[in-house]
């Protein structure tokens, strides 16, 4: 091998290109880490009405570690989505010493039982809010059918002006609504939407025609509906035994439904 100099040679350079990437790795190991590049500002943007400046201070102290070059993004990311009320997080560098952080928050729409808020998307989350919202209720896991049933529902009901404050789903798929906090309707599974819709077309012609309260209206029959009238009381007649629980007295109204 020592009597072969173009060996010796290639030999020789081989060791003085590591020597010269050993160096170079170095110098870079030491720039990245070194604290010559710390983040110098934090620019969070985002319409945040229920995140405070204090809790984004205490991530930003607590959880963010590291320079410009090696702050794990990921990790600053989750560290963000641990807070109440927040969605999505995007975090970019920005050259030479800013971190920009993007933060979504839930839109609470409606409360999930007595266990947590739901967002437009169908999304469960826990957070307090001491917000007025409508109440949902449904099997595990139909979060997202529920939260779309109640809005196609609501906007089936805006022309009467009334909204849905509680909606429940059945194991069976069978639709619940209460309106204002005070009268039920019973819904059914099939062509829910439709059946609201023309119920509301045919209230003005029936329901709102009517001089006493209802509690109670049934909107599973094919042409009409019924109505549970508590003040009701059926026309003298042969003593019988009182009835158990108001009468359902069925309409059909000008506009069938």
């Not at 309707?185 to 939407?193: I, K, P, S, T």
């Not at 119920?199 to 509906?225: C, I, K, T």
Request: positive net charge; glycine residues 4%; proline residues 7%.
């Amino acid at each position: 091998m020592w009597d072969k100099p173009q060996l010796l040679l290639w030999l020789a350079n081989l060791l003085t290109a590591l020597a010269v990437l050993l160096l170079f790795y170095s110098l870079l190991f030491l720039a990245v880490h070194s604290p010559l590049f710390p983040v110098k500002s934090i620019k969070v943007d985002g319409n945040l009405e229920h995140i405070t400046r204090q809790q984004l201070q205490y991530v930003v102290k607590n959880e963010l570690k590291g320079t410009f070059f090696t702050l794990n993004l990921d990790k600053t990311r989750q560290a963000f989505e641990k807070l109440p009320w927040v969605r999505k997080v995007e975090v970019r560098r920005r050259w030479p010493d800013r971190l920009e952080v993007n933060i979504e928050e839930h839109r609470a729409i409606a409360r999930w039982g007595t266990v947590g808020l739901l967002n437009q998307y169908g999304e469960r989350f826990d957070a307090a809010s001491n917000d007025v919202l409508p109440v949902l209720e449904g099997p595990e896991g139909t979060e997202k059918e529920v939260v779309d049933g109640y809005l196609a529902l609501n906007a089936a009901l805006q022309p009467l002006g009334k909204k849905a404050t509680h909606l429940w789903l059945s194991e069976r798929r069978a639709w619940r609504i209460q309106l204002d906090k005070q009268l039920i309707v019973e819904v059914g599974r099939d062509n829910a939407r439709e059946r609201v819709q023309r119920f509301v077309a045919a209230y003005p012609h029936s329901l709102a025609r009517l001089q006493q309260p209802f509690e109670y209206v049934d909107l599973r029959y094919p042409n009409g509906f019924a109505v549970r009238l508590p003040d009701f009381r059926p026309a003298s007649g042969p003593a019988s035994a009182p009835a158990a629980r108001p009468p359902v007295k069925p309409v059909v109204p000008r506009a069938s439904v």
